[in-house]
């Protein structure tokens, strides 16, 4: 009986209520430094990086507490300066902790060189399609007499005849030279330009 009277007596519950209340308190300060020590309250606003060189990027993420990567570069974009950020991962936006790492990704310094195909005899149909899927532009299209219509005799870029295998920057102009179907387009010894037109026949 006298386990039951103490169970029910004013000490008991006044001694009880101390320990919910000191259950209370440590379990508070212990969250509280939970979240101090994981930085759970640190939330840092990515700022927007995009067209920014390296060194903006450096000056302002220094001042957040933010760190960078440079993921890799991507195709050259015209609209965005050179070396400038052209993705970012997180986005800007989002909210991160202190000492986060910004992976970037970059705008090249310029287009990267593509090589000219073998289109030579090809037919202007098939050169064309092809020249744009490895991003040159189609320029000035002229024809010499040969014996095939739309075949193509030349490539020049800049006034420059270009070989198969050369490589010139993507985007650039690729004019065409296109045989005529008048007649036979030959070489003599000297590397010079012969025209036997369809129409003069040789007679023994």
């Not at 090249?108 to 899927?133: C, F, H, N, W």
Request: proline fraction near 5%; hydrophobic fraction near 40%; charged fraction near 30%.
């Amino acid at each position: 009986m006298g386990f039951f009277k103490f169970i029910f007596s004013k000490t008991f519950l006044i001694q009880l209520i101390i320990a919910a209340i000191l259950v209370v308190v440590i379990a508070f300060l212990a969250l509280r430094w939970l979240d101090y020590s994981t930085n759970q309250d640190q939330r840092i606003a990515v700022p927007d990086l995009s067209k920014q060189s390296l060194d903006e990027v450096d000056d302002k993420l220094a001042t957040l507490d933010l760190r960078f990567e440079i993921l890799d570069s991507a195709n050259f974009n015209p609209d965005f300066p050179r070396y400038s950020v052209i993705e970012q991962v997180p986005e800007a936006g989002q909210f991160v902790k202190e000492n986060r790492k910004i992976y970037l990704t970059l705008n090249p310094s310029g287009y990267r060189k593509v090589m000219i195909p073998d289109l030579i005899r090809k037919t202007r149909r098939q050169a064309e399609p092809t020249l744009r899927s490895l991003g040159f532009e189609i320029g000035d299209v002229s024809y010499k007499p040969d014996i095939a219509e739309d075949a193509v005799l030349e490539l020049r870029h800049k006034g420059k005849k270009l070989e198969p295998g050369d490589e010139i920057m993507k985007t650039s102009t690729i004019d065409l030279v296109l045989g005529d179907g008048s007649g036979r387009y030959e070489m003599d010894e000297e590397g010079q330009d012969t025209t036997i037109p369809a129409e003069e026949e040789i007679e023994f």
